[in-house]
């Protein structure tokens, strides 16, 4: 079946500007987790939502980042005023229920996010 | 806190030489234990992974993984390495009851003829 999903694959952007990053979870799948992977510090969890429950933003770098999941399905992940340390390839994750016992997580390809 | 130490930031081998990517990691609880491997372009996809029982775990492509609880350790393994296996691959733990993945920096293997 299909796996995750993102888009756009690339983005390219002036910095002050806003972006939009999308994530499409494999189908029935309930849990969803964003990730940041730079060059300076490796792979950082940023925000994770369980089904219809208030999502944990307890990774996000600032409050220029804000996530959303709609439906229990797609997430958006929107960073406000981009800075050049917001380069980075942004990943999603999703596993098809509860975290407890540490499912395997699907990735998705990525955003790679340029703030020029 | 829980952290994942991967000691070597690049390895080379050599075509059919084996392989040992070290990862320690630090965690309060019995940790549930991963292989990721990353490939030039592409997302994460698991190797292998460990929850409990045998500390000997078989994953994907030929690789494995011994789970030592005395030196907190996860080291992975494959007996010969085929030039195809040139990647990035990163340990990880889970943290936290929201599960989210802990990573390590990763090592980046690069593989000689």
């Known amino acids: 079946g299909a796996g995750v999903s993102q888009s756009p694959s690339n983005k390219v952007t002036e910095k002050g500007k806003d972006v939009e990053l999308r994530c499409d979870p494999i189908?029935?799948?309930?849990?969803l987790y964003w990730y940041r992977q730079s060059l300076g510090q490796g792979l950082e969890f940023l925000i994770y939502?369980?089904?219809?429950?208030?999502?944990?933003k307890s990774g996000l770098p600032s409050d220029r980042f804000s996530a959303e999941r709609t439906g229990g399905s797609v997430s958006t992940l929107t960073i406000q005023r981009t800075q050049q340390e917001d380069s980075a390839v942004y990943l999603c994750?999703?596993?098809?229920?509860?975290?407890?016992?540490?499912?395997?997580?699907?990735f998705g390809p990525g955003t790679r996010l340029t703030v020029t | 806190a829980q952290s994942v130490t991967q000691p070597d930031i690049h390895i080379t081998v050599s075509e059919g030489a084996s392989l040992e990517l070290r990862c320690n990691y630090s965690y309060g609880a019995t940790p549930y234990l991963f292989w990721y491997v990353q490939s030039p372009g592409q997302g994460l996809q698991l190797l292998l992974k460990y929850f409990s029982g045998d500390t000997l775990v078989q994953g994907i492509k030929g690789f494995e993984a011994e789970f030592k609880r005395s030196q907190s350790s996860f080291n992975l393994r494959k007996p010969s390495v085929h030039w195809s296996d040139a990647a990035e691959y990163f340990c990880a733990v889970t943290g936290g009851s929201q599960g989210n993945l802990i990573f390590g920096k990763g090592t980046k293997l690069s593989v000689k003829p």
């Open positions: 189908s029935g799948h309930t849990a």
């Open positions: 994750a999703s596993i098809p229920i509860s975290p407890a016992g540490g499912q395997e997580q699907y």
């Open positions: 939502f369980q089904g219809n429950s208030a999502p944990d």
